[in-house]
């Protein structure tokens, strides 16, 4: 961190989601670490009204300066609608819908703050996954990573156009420049409390209301319809791979966890998850991606 002070206008980028961890993240380096950060959102047109609301409250709280990446809508459609349709059965197997999505979206949106940084010379990118969100990255990303296109291979599928790679990282754009920004993952390193204790916490320091901390609110649609495809399938051993992971590094307690699980798998099997508790945010994410939830089942 302090090799990223006063290089720049700003010495970090924060990726800002308006979830707890990234809220807390944001709090740490501008008040605990003393960082000039920009906060960065990255549109991905499912995003929760209460995940903004969160955004807002914290840029004000903090006072941070904030940007909205946009990137085209069509082009999501194309890109999310790839990546379900083409989902092979042992990757679902493996990790659910989830683990087909999350992680090629979350480079997507990392690679995207990655530019806006490289492109102001801000040498650092950070991210607020979380311990247990080890399927993304340990602390940091390599740099030797850094300096290799994230430009995917199925991009010259047919179900993409030429323009879509330019929402894909591409170190050469900035070779000129000399050094390219790092991105790291601090909670990986820091003292991470669990997500109940940041819950407590984002609301006690005033960046989030009590009742818009719960990640299960502030997740965009499109999350809350992969859950749903996953349970349909029968596809949550990632899910219940992720809670043990958790039990174990004492970030949850075992049996509150067994019971999440078991009223999880009820909800689903009693309709009351689809047709009752989800069915907006399921219905926005069908809405956006021209896709109904039996085209995906």
């Known amino acids: 961190l302090e090799d990223c002070r006063g290089k720049a ?34 549109e991905n047109w499912m995003r929760s009204p209460i995940g903004e609301r969160n955004i807002r409250d914290a840029v004000a709280k903090l006072n941070v ?3 909205l990446i946009t990137p085209k809508p069509e082009f999501l459609r194309r890109f999310y609608r790839y990546l379900l349709l083409s989902s092979k059965k042992e990757d679902l197997e493996e990790g659910g819908h989830h683990l087909t999505v999350c992680p090629v979206c ?25 311990p247990d969100q080890v399927y993304i990255s340990f602390y940091e990303i390599p740099p030797e990573e850094i300096r290799r296109t994230w430009v995917p291979p199925w991009l010259n599928s047919r179900s993409f156009v030429a323009e879509d790679k330019k929402y894909f990282w591409d170190p050469k754009e900035y070779e000129k420049q000399g050094a390219l920004p790092q991105v790291l993952f601090p909670f990986h390193v820091m003292d991470y409390p669990g997500p109940a204790k940041v819950m407590r916490e984002v609301v006690r320091l005033g960046l989030v209301s009590k009742r818009n901390a719960n990640p299960r609110i502030t997740n965009c649609h499109l999350s809350v319809l992969l859950d749903f495809l996953t349970r349909s399938g029968g596809y949550d051993r990632g899910a219940v791979a992720a809670m043990s992971h958790r039990i174990r590094k004492g970030m949850a307690g075992r049996r509150k966890s067994l019971i999440l699980l078991v009223l999880g798998r009820f909800l689903f099997r009693s309709g009351l998850l689809r047709h009752v508790i989800r069915r907006r945010k ?3 994410a069908e ?8 085209d995906l089942v």
């Not at 206008?9 to 950060?37: A, F, I, P, W």
């Not at 530019?115 to 801000?122: L, N, S, V, Y």
């Not at 809405?287 to 039996?294: A, G, I, N, P, W």
């Open 9 to 42: 206008e700003y010495d970090c980028v924060v990726l800002l989601s308006g979830g707890k961890d990234s809220c807390y993240l944001t709090y740490l380096l501008t008040k605990k670490y003393n960082l000039k950060v920009l906060a960065c959102t990255v």
């Open 65 to 67: 300066d904030h940007i």
């Open 106 to 130: 979350a480079k997507v949106m990392l690679g995207l703050a990655l530019k806006e940084a490289a492109m102001r010379r801000i040498p650092m990118v950070t991210g607020g996954h979380s």
């Open 282 to 284: 399921i219905n926005l």
């Open 287 to 294: 809405q956006f991606l021209h896709l109904k939830v039996e």
